[in-house]
C-alpha cells in the first residue's frame, strides 16, 4: 500500500485482474410480450446513474449497434398472438382501453401518415379498411406456411395479395427459420447481406452459425458471420448472447487455422475462469483443446479457481482435478477431498496440495488465514506465485464489506505494489471511504486505470478527498465539474456545493407536425403494420427505428408512444438511441391519475412511487422477471400476498398483479412498510426493496463513526443493490423536476445525515 500511495504503479495495466465476482446482468428485451428490466447491471452507464440495457441502451454507437444486434425475437416468443385481421381492430382496442390511465387524453390525436400502411388511416393510428385487413389476415396464413417451410405457399402469397408488402422480409424469415440446413445456406446468405445490421439478419446469422458449426462447416460459419464481432475483447467484457457469437467465430476460424493469438487468449480465459459459459462455447473450447492449446497448466489454474469458490459442486471439483495429470494431478484430488475442512491443510502429505487446501482456507477464512500465513510458509516453502495468489485471496477477503481497520492495515502492509490488481483498489477505495481515510483516496484513484479514475462516481469521491486533505479551491472545482453531469454523483455533487441539479431537458414540442421523411422509412411502415397485428416482433422495428432514423422522426414516434399509452416504447425510442436529453420520454408520466391516487392513499410520494416503477419495469405493466416479480413496481406474488393480508385487501393471484391498479396499490402500500421501518429513510428502503429488509439491517454500521448516506450507498455489498439504489434516488430527483417544477435535493437532510 505505501509504494501503491508514494506512485502510479505503471505495471496495473498489464497485471490487472479481478478476484471479484461480478454481478448479474439483466436483459431487457423487447422481442417478447412482456420486457423484464432487471435492477442488475445494465451494462455500461452513461451517465453514471442512467438505465442501460443489453437490449436497448449502450454508451457509444458501436456497442448500441452490437446490442440491437444481440437481442432478436428468439423462435418461442414468435408464437404470439397475431390475430386474423377481424380481431386485430379488437386487440388494439383492448390494448387501449387497458392503457385508459396512462393515454395523455388533454392533447390532440396525432396521425400517422398513410404512406405508413396500405391505405387512408382511421383511428388516427392503424388502417382498417378492408384491404388491409385482408392483406394482414394473408399474412398471418402465409407466416404460418413460413414457419412450417412451405416455401410454394409463401411465394403464391408474396406473388399475389402479398406482393410488394412491408413484412415480406419476415416471410423469408420464417422461411429460412424452418429448416436450417447446408442446402439453403445460399439463401441465408443472401438474406443477411441484403441488410447485415438488420437484426433478422444477425437471427438468421446466428441459426445458421450454429448449425454449420454442429456439421463441421466452418467456412460457411465464417462467412455468413462476415466479421470478427468483437475484436479484442474478453469474456468478462461481453454479455451472454456476445459471449456465444464471438465463441462461433472464433471456434471456426481455430479449426480453419485462421486465428490468431485473440483467439487463443479468449479461449484460454473463458476456460481456466471456470465461470459458466454458454453452450455455444462449448464447440470453442473443444477445438482449442484439439489445437493443442488446453495444457496441463490451464488445467491447472481452472481447478484452481473452482477451489476457491464457495458455490461449486464436489462432483464438478473432484472431475476437474482427475483431468489433471501428473504431480498436479495428485495434488489437486487431495485437495478436493478436503474441500469442506480446508483448515486441515497440514494433516496433508504433499506440498503442493497443502497450498491448494491453504487457499481454500484462505477464500474461506482470510483473517484466519491471515494469522496462520508465516506459519504455513515456513512448513510449505510455498513458491513466489503461490505466496502471490495467496496474498491476493487474503486481500479480498479482508477488504470485504465486514473488514475492521485492522484488515486495511493488515492489507496495506502485506500486500506488495504489484499484486494490486483494480478490482482490489476499488475495493481498497470503498473501505477507504467507509473509514473516512481521505488521505488514501487520491493516490488509490489515480492508481487506477483511465476508465476507471475517470468514472462520475470516483471523481465525486476525489473532489471530497481533496478538500478534507487540505486542497479545498481544488477539490471544489473537481466537484463543480461533476456537479454538470446529470446522474447521481452529478447531483449528489450539486446538492454538496449548493448548486442546482444538471437536468438538462431538451424534448421534442408536442404537436402533430409530421418530419417530412416519416412515411419513407421502411422500419416505420414495418412497424406499424406489425403493431396492427399486436405481433412482437414490432419491437425489432421500433429498435431499428431509434437506432436508424434521425431525431426529428424517433422523437416525434416517442410522442406518438406516449400519447398511445406505450410508455415501455417511448422510453426505448431515446434511450436506444442515445438522446439523453429528451427526459419527457426517457421518465414518461405513466398512469399519472392511479400513481397520484395511491401516493395519497399510502402518504409516499409520488415521485418516489415512478423512481421505483422507473428502475423496476421501465414502466411496463405486464413484466413478469426470471424469479417471479410481477408488473410496474416488479413486485413478488408471496410479498403481494403478505401486503394484502396485512392491509385487508383481498389476493387474487399473481395475474392480478398486472393491473397497474392492483400493482401500484400494493408496491405502495409496500414501500409506505418500508418507509416506516427504516423511519423514512429511501437510501434504506431502496436498498430493502432491492435485496430485502433483513440485509439492509445487516449491513449497519455497529462502531459508532459517523458517516453520510453517500459514504454508506457507496459501501452497499450488493453491487446490483448500490446501483439499483442511485438509480432509484437519481430517477426520484428527476421525476420530482418534471412532475412538478422543483429542483429538490437528491437527498433530504434527514436521509444525508442519518446514523448508518
Not at 462 to 485: C, F, S
Request: aromatic content about 10%.
Amino acid at each position: 500500500m505505501k509504494k501503491i500511495l508514494a506512485k502510479k504503479n505503471k505495471s496495473f495495466a498489464s497485471t490487472c485482474f479481478s478476484l471479484c465476482a461480478t454481478g448479474c446482468i439483466g436483459l431487457i428485451t423487447f422481442a417478447q410480450t412482456a420486457v423484464y428490466a432487471s435492477p442488475a447491471g445494465y451494462g455500461q452507464i452513461r451517465p453514471y446513474a442512467e438505465v442501460q440495457s443489453t437490449a436497448q441502451n449502450q454508451t457509444n454507437s458501436k456497442l448500441a449497434r452490437e446490442d440491437k444486434k444481440n437481442n432478436a425475437v428468439s423462435k418461442k416468443n414468435n408464437n404470439v398472438r397475431s390475430n386474423k385481421a377481424s380481431s386485430s381492430r379488437q386487440s388494439i382496442s383492448n390494448r387501449r382501453s387497458h392503457q385508459g390511465n396512462s393515454a395523455k387524453t388533454s392533447v390532440p390525436t396525432m396521425r400517422i401518415p398513410s404512406a405508413t400502411v396500405d391505405s387512408p388511416v382511421s383511428d388516427g393510428y392503424i388502417s382498417y379498411d378492408a384491404v388491409s385487413q385482408k392483406r394482414r389476415e394473408a399474412y398471418v396464413e402465409a407466416k404460418d406456411l413460413a414457419r412450417s417451410g412451405d416455401e410454394k405457399g409463401v411465394r403464391t402469397y408474396k406473388e399475389g395479395i402479398l406482393k410488394d408488402y412491408a413484412l415480406n422480409v419476415y416471410l423469408d424469415y420464417y422461411l429460412l427459420q424452418s429448416n436450417v440446413a447446408p442446402e439453403n445456406f445460399s439463401a441465408a446468405l443472401s438474406f443477411v447481406r441484403k441488410d447485415e445490421d438488420h437484426e433478422l439478419s444477425l437471427m438468421i446469422s446466428d441459426l445458421y452459425a450454429d448449425k454449420m458449426g454442429a456439421l463441421g462447416k466452418y467456412a460457411f460459419v465464417l462467412e455468413i458471420m462476415g466479421r470478427d464481432p468483437h475484436q479484442g475483447s474478453m469474456p468478462d467484457e461481453l454479455n451472454v448472447k456476445q459471449k456465444a457469437r464471438q465463441c462461433r467465430w472464433y471456434e471456426a476460424s481455430l479449426m480453419q487455422n485462421k486465428a490468431g493469438e485473440a483467439a487463443v487468449s479468449f479461449a484460454t480465459a473463458l476456460y481456466v475462469s471456470a465461470k459458466p459459459y454458454p453452450e455455444a462455447c462449448s464447440g470453442l473450447i473443444g477445438a482449442w483443446s484439439a489445437k493443442g492449446y488446453m495444457t496441463n497448466a490451464s488445467k491447472a489454474r481452472r481447478f484452481q479457481n473452482l477451489l476457491i469458490k464457495r458455490n461449486v459442486g464436489d462432483n464438478e471439483l473432484k472431475t476437474a482435478a482427475h483431468e489433471l495429470e501428473g504431480d498436479e494431478g495428485m495434488a489437486a484430488v487431495k485437495a478436493a477431498e478436503l474441500r469442506s475442512e480446508p483448515e486441515r491443510y497440514a494433516d496433508l502429505d504433499d506440498r503442493r496440495a497443502r497450498v491448494l487446501s491453504f487457499e481454500r482456507f484462505a477464500s474461506l477464512n482470510p483473517q484466519d488465514a491471515a494469522r496462520q500465513l508465516d506459519l504455513f510458509e515456513n512448513e510449505c516453502r510455498p513458491t513466489s506465485t503461490e505466496k502471490h495468489e495467496i496474498l491476493r485471496i487474503i486481500a479480498a477477503g479482508r477488504l470485504g464489506n465486514q473488514s475492521d481497520e485492522s484488515d486495511l492495515i493488515w492489507v496495506d502492509e502485506n500486500l506488495p505494489a504489484a499484486l494490486w490488481t483494480e478490482g482490489l483498489i476499488e475495493k481498497r477505495l470503498r473501505r477507504a471511504i467507509w473509514f473516512r481515510q481521505w488521505k488514501y483516496i487520491v493516490p488509490l484513484i489515480e492508481a487506477m486505470g483511465d476508465t476507471g479514475r475517470n468514472g462520475i462516481n470516483w471523481q465525486y469521491w476525489k473532489g471530497r478527498a481533496l478538500i478534507n486533505t487540505g486542497k479545498k479551491q481544488e477539490g471544489l472545482e473537481l466537484l463543480r465539474k461533476v456537479a454538470h453531469d446529470r446522474s447521481f454523483f452529478g447531483f449528489a455533487a450539486a446538492q454538496l456545493m449548493g448548486m442546482h441539479p444538471y437536468y438538462g431537458n431538451s424534448s421534442l414540442k408536442r404537436s402533430d407536425k409530421l418530419p417530412d421523411t416519416l412515411g419513407d422509412v421502411a422500419a416505420v411502415k414495418r412497424f406499424f403494420e406489425l403493431y396492427a397485428m399486436n405481433d412482437p416482433a414490432r419491437f425489432i422495428e421500433w429498435r431499428e427505428i431509434a437506432l436508424n432514423t434521425d431525431d426529428e422522426t424517433a422523437l416525434f414516434l416517442a410522442e406518438w408512444a406516449l400519447r398511445t399509452g406505450e410508455h415501455q416504447l417511448a422510453i426505448s425510442a431515446v434511450t436506444t438511441g442515445m438522446r439523453w436529453d429528451a427526459l419527457d420520454y426517457r421518465f414518461p408520466q405513466s398512469y399519472l391519475n392511479l400513481y397520484k391516487s395511491h401516493a395519497v392513499s399510502s402518504g409516499v410520494s409520488l415521485a418516489y412511487l415512478y423512481g421505483i416503477s422507473r428502475q423496476e419495469s421501465m414502466l411496463n405493466p405486464v413484466v413478469r422477471s426470471p424469479v417471479g416479480a410481477v408488473g410496474l413496481m416488479q413486485l413478488m406474488p408471496a410479498t403481494a400476498k403478505t401486503v394484502a393480508k396485512k392491509n385487508g385487501w383481498r389476493y387474487q393471484g399473481s395475474g392480478a398483479l398486472t393491473d397497474p391498479d392492483t400493482n401500484i396499490r400494493y408496491g405502495a402500500a409496500y414501500l409506505n412498510e418500508l418507509l416506516g421501518k427504516f423511519k423514512d429513510n429511501r437510501v434504506l428502503a431502496s436498498a430493502g426493496y432491492n435485496a430485502g429488509p433483513g440485509r439492509v439491517a445487516r449491513w449497519k454500521s455497529k462502531d459508532g463513526m459517523k458517516r453520510d448516506a453517500f459514504m454508506y450507498i457507496e459501501n452497499i455489498p450488493f453491487n446490483e443493490t448500490r446501483t439499483y439504489v442511485q438509480r432509484v434516488l437519481f430517477y426520484t430527483a428527476v421525476y420530482e423536476k418534471l412532475l412538478s417544477g422543483r429542483n429538490i435535493p437528491l437527498l433530504s437532510e434527514s436521509e444525508r445525515n442519518f446514523s448508518y
